[in-house]
Every structure is written in C-alpha cells, then in structure tokens.
C-alpha cells in the first residue's frame, strides 16, 4: 500500500475512533488532526470535508462484509436461509454494525442527516446486490422463487429491505423525541409487512422470509434508548 493511502486509512481509523468515543458533532477537525500530529493540508489532500470523510468511513464499513457474504452464498444452506442470511446480516441491528448505527443516530437527525443515511444505506445496498442476485437466480432454478430477471428483483428487495430498518429506526428516534418508549410488537409488525411482501415478490412460500427477530427489536429500542438518554443528558 502506497504512503498516502496508508495516511488516509490512518486518518479513516481514528476519525471513526474518536466520532464513535466523543460523537460526530462534537469532534472537530483539528480533534482529528491532534490525534494524528499532521496537518490540515494532509487531511484535506484526502477529504474535502468532515462530511465526506463520515462518508468514506460508512463506505469502508460497508465493504467490511464481503468475507461474510461469500460464506453465506457458497454455503450448503437452502435458497431461502441464504436470502435470509444475508438480508439478515445486511440490516444494522447486530455486532459492529450496531455499534456503528449508534454512532450515526445523531448525525441522521442533523441537516446533513438526510443525505448521510441514503449514502450510508446505498452502500449497504450495493455491498450486497451481487449475493442477493446469486441467491435469488439460484432459488428460481430450485424452484424455491420466481424471479424472471434477478437482478431487477435484487433491487427491489432491497429497496424493500432498506425501508424496513430505516423504518424501524425512524419509529424509534420519533418515539425518542416524543418522551415514549417503543412498543417492540409494533416494531414486529412493521417487519412481517415488509417480509410478506418481500414473499409475496419473489413468490416464495408464506412464512419462508425472515430477516428481523423479536429479540433484535427489543435490543434495540433498549439501546437506542440508552444512547438518546447519554446524548440528551450530555
């Protein structure tokens, strides 16, 4: 790896370190600057702005998944576990990716928020595109869906992947604002929606789509909670 893009990855690490210790709004520039001892002009040789050095980081966090992805889609498991592994693994709602989705709540409700979140899930959306496809062209020669051109239909799975826990997200931030505490069954019904008519697209049997458990939901409204209470208190 070249000098200046190992600076750049540096520069990309402990930014995401310190937006994820202090939060996006709170740490600066030259935060990031002091932490790395170098210049200004380093920094901006790489990244016009902070905006899209949060953007290169949720592009970066996004690409962290391939490993995963072609372990779900070269595995012996069936077409429909495969599609719900990977929508699964696709949503932020465990592990790092959760962590990170902690992090970005605060910037999703600033002016620059909107854009931010369509990036962020665009890239989600792209990372997984060509496994979804796969699986999709692989459950129709099973006979396990019906998709007439997979690509096409990858996209609107997608779609309909990405409304769902953009959804879920937006609920629960409402709720937040509101002084109310999220009902998880709510949560729960908003999701078999969006799974039945994911089935209902890619004509697989009722019931075979499942991309978001009760337990995950409560979990999370638990820790977006605790996160709104710590940012507001703060």
């Known amino acids: 790896m070249k000098k200046g893009e190992l600076k750049k990855q540096e ?21 990031i600057l002091d932490a790395l001892h170098t210049s200004k002009g380093s920094f901006y040789h790489h990244f016009l702005s902070k905006e899209a050095l949060l953007e290169e980081i949720c592009r970066s966090r996004s690409s962290s998944s391939s490993e995963k992805i072609s372990e779900l889609v070269s595995s012996s498991a069936n077409p429909e576990d495969k599609l719900n592994g990977l ?74 992947v990405t409304g769902l826990w953009l959804s879920i997200v937006d609920m629960i931030l409402q709720n937040e604002q509101s002084g109310t505490r999220t009902d998880p069954s709510d949560l729960l019904s908003l999701s078999e929606q969006y799974q039945f008519a994911l089935e209902r697209l890619i004509v697989a ?15 999370l409204i638990g820790q977006i909670h605790q996160h709104w209470k710590k940012n507001s208190n703060g």
């Open 205 to 219: 049997p009722f019931g075979s789509v499942s991309i978001v458990c009760f337990s995950d939901l409560y979990s």
């Open 11 to 31: 520069i990309i690490r402990t930014a995401e370190a310190l937006f994820c210790r202090y939060g996006y709004e709170a740490t600066s520039v030259q935060d």
């Open 87 to 160: 929508l699964s693994e696709m949503i932020p709602f465990s592990g790092e990716k959760l962590s990170f989705l902690m992090m970005l709540l605060p910037v999703f409700l600033l002016p620059e928020g909107t854009s931010l979140r369509l990036f962020y899930s665009r890239e989600l959306s792209s990372m997984y595109r060509g496994a979804v496809s796969s699986v999709l062209r692989e459950g129709t020669e099973k006979s396990c869906f019906f998709c007439t051109d997979s690509d096409f239909f990858a996209d609107i799975v997608l779609q309909l």
